[in-house]
């Protein structure tokens, strides 16, 4: 009982980790030396495939080989750190791609209807508007992400 409670934690830990490496790996990564990979991102018009996918292909790359160490070597603790992992990704799919920049589904104007989903689309909005800061994808952190002074 006490390694399915532990296997959770660690689960719930690489989720939330997830969105700190992915604002460092937004920050020194794509916005610096795989900035030709990810500049398509900020382009006005969102396309449904951008080369800025790549990246969340190499997190999914990550995953895998995950789920394969467990599957091979039976290490549950892969698996539990592959589920959050997959679960961020998940998330930054629906979140970042389909409300945020309104792709796939199309779902920014229902975003913007919900306060929470309306918060992360203004701030990340700023980002976008001055190609700096809030770095982050899933998360608005006061104190770090600069609030619009619409949300103050």
């Known amino acids: 009982m006490m390694l399915i409670f532990e296997l959770t934690a660690i689960g719930i830990a690489a ?3 997830m969105e700190f490496l992915a604002r460092f790996v937004h920050k020194y990564v794509m916005h610096g030396i795989l900035w030709v990979i990810h500049e398509d991102h900020h382009r006005k018009e969102q396309r449904e495939i951008e080369k800025n996918d790549a990246f969340g292909l190499i ?3 990550i995953s895998i080989y995950l789920i394969m160490n467990w599957l091979i070597y039976k290490d549950p ?3 539990a750190i592959a589920l959050g992992m997959t679960a961020y990704g998940v998330a930054y799919f629906f979140v970042h791609d389909m409300i945020i920049h309104n ?3 199309h779902l920014r ?3 913007l209807k919900h306060r929470l989903f309306r918060e992360l689309i203004l701030v ?3 980002h976008h508007e001055e190609g700096r800061g809030n770095w982050g994808f899933l998360l608005v952190i006061k104190g770090i992400d600069k609030i619009p002074n619409e949300l103050k």
């Open 103 to 105: 792709r796939h589904l």
């Open 109 to 111: 104007s229902w975003g």
């Open 124 to 126: 990340h909005e700023v």
């Open 59 to 61: 997190f999914a790359g």
């Open 77 to 79: 603790f892969a698996l």
């Open 15 to 17: 989720f939330f980790g």
